[in-house]
């Protein structure tokens, strides 16, 4: 009895990047920030102005960012100058300032009509979640940086977290300033987190003379 050999069988499962960019994603630019911002403003978006404005001046991950508290970050009527939470991830305590437009922009969100009875800074719509999710959080990243002519896949929530620290390396080269910003506890994870290479070095270098 002969046997008949059939065709291999190829899955029609696509890979889960096919079409994606994928790897570290690009910061935003200056310009690129102060176009949201004003765009935000325009429309009168108190809440994503508040939230755009903290995310670049916590630096925080998105699992930190969408968990802040009211009282995380507003006492005595005012919204604080400088902020500590404990990272989800790594459990280390992380401190960061909060800058007077933003402090502005968080003030005029607190005290909106929608944030009556809320104990979370960004509250969701919904009654099983008591704030938003950080997909909810990336969707709306993704608006702000469609609005603004910029391929949405270039960037993610990180983004957000790299904006003010790879400006201070960029003027300053200082990498244990942007350790403890980040909350790095090794100084490899802050190297690779933001892209530094051999050109950076050599740059820094450059504008050292002895």
């Known amino acids: 009895m002969s046997c008949t050999n059939l065709p291999m069988i190829i899955p029609a499962r696509k890979t889960w990047n096919k079409g ?3 790897g570290q994603k ?3 630019l200056p310009k690129h920030v102060w ?7 325009l429309a009168g978006a108190v809440r994503d102005l508040a939230l755009f404005n903290l995310a670049i001046d916590s630096k925080l991950r998105g699992c930190d960012l969408v968990c802040l508290r009211v009282a995380d970050v507003f006492a005595a009527g005012a ?8 990272q989800r991830k790594t459990k280390t305590p992380v401190r960061f300032e909060i800058c007077d437009g933003t402090r502005k922009s968080l003030l005029q969100w607190i005290s909106h009509p929608m944030m009556i009875g809320h104990e979370y800074l960004w509250p969701g719509r919904f009654h099983d979640r008591l704030q938003i999710s950080i997909r909810q959080y990336a969707r709306l990243l993704k608006h ?5 002519g910029l391929e949405p896949s270039a960037y993610g929530t990180h983004s957000m977290r790299r904006i003010k620290v790879a400006q201070i390396y960029k003027k300053t080269g200082n990498l244990r300033a942007v350790q403890l910003l980040l909350g790095h506890t090794k100084m490899d ?3 690779r987190y933001l892209g530094v290479d051999l ?9 050292v003379e002895i």
Do not use: G
Not at 199 to 206: G, V
């Open 20 to 22: 994606r960019l994928v």
């Open 26 to 28: 690009r910061p935003l």
């Open 35 to 41: 176009a949201i911002r004003v765009r935000l403003e």
């Open 79 to 86: 919204v604080k100058e400088r902020v500590s939470i404990a």
């Open 144 to 148: 702000w940086v469609k609005s603004i």
């Open 189 to 191: 994870s802050t190297v």
């Open 199 to 207: 050109e950076d070095a050599l740059s820094i270098s450059e504008s």
